[in-house]
């Protein structure tokens, strides 16, 4: 069986959907930042061939440097966030188990339904690609709504951003290289800023649990 | 040679289905540092059981005495009408999809009902927990034929497996759903962790040996290859439904020999994969299996509404 070119991006994308759906499945922190490590070595695979293609050495250190920052630094951060605050289960959503899959399921069905097929004018070759990417952007955006756990929501804000990378890779929407760097520059920042914001927190409400925060302000 | 290959594909389960169970137990072994049984262990427990005589109550009715032959046929009628190593032994009778569902639906009925047939507790707590758990599987089990018969465009077995394998990688996102969802069915089926534990008889967590702990002798000899048979029929359900590579359309002995081959590879790769599964995770407690099961269900649905 020969694959082309397409079907492996396929694949791959369908790989991007699944981690975010199995995001809403697992029970621990530590499979949950598995989850988001494959999904990012999945977008960098996809820099990385989008680099040979256009034989670009730029795009390739683009490639690099988010392979650096989303494989190994931002899971780095959040173990260690795991292991300084002992928090090991992040099982705690605002919708049960089945009632999370029903919403997972409706939105999958919503991004392949007719509101989004015009969308599918914007690529030529993988337009299934495309709607499963958009479903993993809507599932992530649920992720980051349904949990309550901060450390959730924040593996929820990077998903959402594979998730985006994804879908302009596939509807070749991608911004410049230098544009890029700068991204994965702010999300170098941006993990930084949420790792000692957590700590902050934890420090204040003795939890990692958003629900805890009724009132920010001291009494 | 007609005759040889349905004679082959009518004795293969019975007769491979215990060295799966074997190979599967000496796995599990050597991932907790145990040599093990010998891989056919479990032909000799047949054997020792055969030979031994059995102890019945006296309260047991017809139920008891004929489900362990009832469930043991039914397993073999199984076992010879899904595909196999072949493409071309269809039959519209049993091969349907809803027809399999629908057998091993009847097993468990039989099952359950020779648990609660001697009036014993464990045989109505294991019966009532099976039950629970067929209700919840069953949907399941459908669905993940559903998606695949939609995407083959029919519901028999053998036409599935030869859809699926001609289909573009494109097509791949459901069958990945459908396949997750299959091996959750699988391990209730065939009760296996994390629904139940096979080699235990706690009270709190047993449901399959909860029901056949009344058994002895040849029934139990029965009722434990019929366990073994179902097993392989699970194994090769996922080996061949949703990997049919490998199936042949011919007739000639090279063709049938390699096929066979192939067969048991693959259902050797799934045994391991259990076997792993098995040895990294817990059994879960009984309230927790409903969310399990509902995601089995939940993920062939959204495979539906992705081939729709």
Known sequence: MMFTLSQIIFLLETLIFLAAVFMHLVHKNSSLISLYRVQSFIVCIFIFGSAIVTSSALLMFVGILIFGVKVIVAPYFFTKLIKAYHVKSTSSTYLNGPTTLLVVAVLTGLAHSHYFQPLTTLVGENPDGLLLSLAAILISIFLLINRKGILSQMVGILSLENAIVSFAFLSELEATPNMQIGIIFDLLVWIIIVYIFAGMIHEKFGTLDSTVMNNLKEE | ?308
Not at chain 2, 239 to 251: D, E, H, R, S, V
């Open chain 2, 1 to 308: 040679m007609t005759i040889i290959i349905w004679t082959i594909q009518l004795a293969l389960v019975p007769i491979l289905s215990p060295l799966f169970l074997g190979v599967l137990r000496k796995i599990k072994a050597r991932f907790q540092n145990r040599v093990g049984a010998n891989i056919f262990q479990p032909y000799r427990n047949l054997w020792k059981l055969f030979h031994k005589d059995e102890v019945m109550s006296e309260d047991a009715s017809w139920i008891f005495r004929i489900a362990p032959y009832l469930i043991f046929t039914i397993t073999i009628i199984l076992g010879a009408s899904i595909p196999l190593f072949s493409t071309w032994l269809s039959n519209n009778l049993l091969s349907d999809f809803l027809a399999v569902v629908y057998l091993v639906a009847l097993s468990t009925f039989f099952l359950a009902l020779a648990g609660i047939d001697v009036g014993s507790a464990f045989g109505g707590f294991g019966s009532s927990r099976e039950m629970t758990l067929a209700a919840l599987t069953e949907g399941g089990f459908i669905f993940s034929f559903l998606a695949l018969s939609f995407l083959a465009h029919s519901t028999n077995l053998f036409f599935i497996a030869s859809a699926v394998s001609v289909l573009p990688l494109f097509s791949f996102t459901p069958i990945v759903l459908v396949f997750i969802s299959f091996v959750i069915i699988m391990l209730c089926e065939t009760a296996h962790f994390p629904f139940d534990n096979p080699a235990t008889h706690l009270e709190l967590t047993m449901v399959h040996e909860a029901m056949i702990l009344e058994y002895s002798g040849k029934r139990l000899a029965l009722i434990e290859w019929a366990a073994a048979n179902k097993f392989l029929i699970f194994l090769a359900l996922g080996a061949n439904m949703f990997f049919p590579w490998g199936l042949t359309a011919q007739t000639d002995a090279w063709s049938v020999v390699s096929a066979l081959g192939i067969f048991v590879v693959k259902v050797l790769i799934l045994t391991t994969f259990v076997a792993i599964l098995e040895s990294s995770i817990a059994k879960f407690r009984f309230f927790r299996l409903y969310d399990l099961l509902f995601t089995a269900f939940i993920l062939s649905a959204m495979a539906i509404l992705l081939i729709l």
